[in-house]
């Protein structure tokens, strides 16, 4: 990716990065379970299971792996928490080699990477298991192969140069790994496919007729679309004749793939992506400035220079980074905050390349010193501007450590256990998502209760089980039957049918239904 000259000081750079990050990340990590999706992934890849929509099927094959090798680290769901740690700090160290094939400099990229590092949504992420800390890892990636593809192809003298008449076929294989790489993160999280516009901006901006090159453009499908099908094969085959202990839906029949795979749960989600479009760059603006801090007012000004001065690239990554935050910004589910990690990663480069405009504008006023003395002053005022890009965030380092923090949170671990302890044997328990996840995993996992059936709202679905009120009518007086509802208004609808009593001061929306005050209509 870089000239062999540079490679060492690059790799050392990376892992310098890395090994920062992941001291960093170490104080801040849970220490167990939790509760809502981060259980599900907790559980899911130790099992190698399947997950809710789309799948994630690469980060599962992947967190699987990671729950094997990082055994002696502790407890399933800690390895999966570990396992973000080191993604996140690969994105990191990723960083680090692409800002150095933008800027020529290896420290104003270890200024960036450790920028991204702290970043208050790349940390948050960092401290428990989720899918979007792979997603950061392979755009990182992706965008490393793509600026390497675009550089490769120029002079040693002008890192910038475009040439649509020469063929490529050394470059080619770069790109086929880009492609590669798209695959692996399409499986990962539907994000990356709107990443397609701008990484066809881009390809087409560096080699305009390359669409008349069939061999290649064949190739990199090839490569895309055999990766990410490859690795979708995970939920049929889990699903199905190999099935796991553990399966989201019906992934193993056509309609149910679609489903998954589709993220057909979540249709409207997406709502009025035109409405209150003043509100929504205050609402951007807010984020970035709580995000960046002093260096948000640079953001757009790194992006000018890029254009100025990386144009193929700030094609890519702005309007990548533009239609990122517009679809966030009208995506009403969960923590919406994780969609703009991809945008944080483009805006720290776009830092780096300002940074690298002024170093370079102080290396020509002291070009006449001659060629030694300028790159002395280069690498001194490399050597500053990583210094400041990394000054801002360690002066904040305690109070976003004390933002991100959850390596106090024990709350699910000891809701889950007070549960388990309170219910009696051959129970059933009517759950909820985000209690289901942690009880799914002390129980597939860690192998606890297992005379307990447990019926999520989607185990309702799955096995045709009808409504709530269905499940208690048909096991109330034949065992034990309990409820844990997402609301009051559900409650209070059960309250009036049935006779229910708290069971557990530390779960104490777990309640055990003992009678039924009223007929079935």
């Not at 008449?165 to 709107?194: I, K, Q, W, Y």
Request: glycine residues 8%; contains cysteine; hydrophobic residues 55%.
């Amino acid at each position: 990716m870089v000239r062999a000259a540079g490679r060492a000081a690059v790799a050392g750079g990376s892992v310098v990065v890395a090994a920062a990050a992941v001291l960093l990340f170490r104080s801040t990590l849970l220490p167990g379970v939790g509760f809502w999706d981060t259980a599900e992934f907790q559980a899911v890849a130790p099992l190698l299971g399947t997950a809710h929509p789309t799948g994630f099927p690469s980060y599962v094959i992947l967190g699987w792996l990671a729950s094997l090798l990082l055994t002696p680290v502790g407890e399933p769901a800690f390895r999966m928490n570990v396992l973000s740690a080191l993604l996140v700090a690969g994105a990191a160290a990723t960083t680090v080699v692409l800002v150095r094939l933008l800027t020529r400099s290896t420290l104003i990229g270890i200024g960036a990477g450790f920028g991204l590092a702290a970043t208050p949504i790349a940390w948050s992420i960092a401290t428990h298991a989720d899918p979007h800390a792979l997603h950061l890892l392979l755009v990182a990636i992706l965008l490393a192969l793509l600026v390497a593809w675009e550089h490769s192809g120029s002079g040693p003298g002008d890192p910038s140069r475009l040439d649509d008449s020469e063929p490529r076929a050394r470059n080619d294989r770069l790109l086929v790994a880009a492609a590669a790489v798209f695959g692996v993160a399409a499986t990962n999280h539907s994000l990356t496919l709107l990443l397609i516009p701008p990484i066809g901006l881009f390809v087409l901006a560096i080699e305009r007729g390359i669409w008349r090159r069939r061999g290649i453009v064949a190739a990199c499908l090839v490569a895309s679309l055999a990766t990410a099908a490859l690795l979708y094969l995970e939920l049929p085959l889990r699903g199905g004749p190999l099935r796991a202990s553990l399966v989201y839906g019906e992934p193993s029949t056509l309609q149910g793939f679609a489903y998954i795979v589709l993220a057909e749960q979540f249709r409207g989600s997406f709502v009025d992506p035109l409405g209150d479009l003043p509100q929504k760059f205050v609402a951007l603006v807010d984020l970035v400035v709580a995000q960046f801090g002093p260096f948000a007012p640079l953001v757009p000004i790194g992006l000018l220079v890029t254009a100025i001065r990386q144009r193929p690239y700030a094609l890519l990554s702005g309007v990548a980074a533009a239609i990122a935050c517009f679809f966030a910004a009208s995506y009403a589910n969960a923590d919406i905050a994780r969609y703009y990690l991809g945008p944080a990663l483009m805006a720290w480069t776009w830092l780096a390349i300002l940074a690298g405009a002024v170093v370079d504008a102080v290396a020509e006023m002291m070009a006449s010193g001659g060629a030694w003395l300028r790159r002395w002053w280069r690498e001194a005022a490399a050597l500053v501007a990583a210094v400041a890009l990394i000054v801002p965030s360690v002066a904040v380092l305690q109070d976003r450590s004390r933002r991100v923090d959850e390596s106090r949170n024990h709350q699910a671990q000891e809701w889950t256990t007070a549960a388990l302890d309170a219910m009696d044997r051959d129970a059933v328990v009517l759950s909820w998502w985000s209690y289901s996840t942690p009880l799914w995993y002390a129980q597939r996992v860690e192998g606890r209760r297992p005379d307990i059936a447990i019926v999520d709202d989607r185990t309702r679905l799955d096995e045709h089980l009808g409504e709530v009120t269905d499940v208690i009518d048909a096991q109330l007086g034949r065992r034990p039957v309990y409820v844990i509802r997402s609301n009051d208004s559900d409650l209070a609808a059960l309250a009036v049918r049935y006779q229910l009593e708290p069971v557990a001061t530390a779960a104490p929306n777990l309640l055990r239904v003992t009678a039924s005050l009223a007929a079935r209509p």
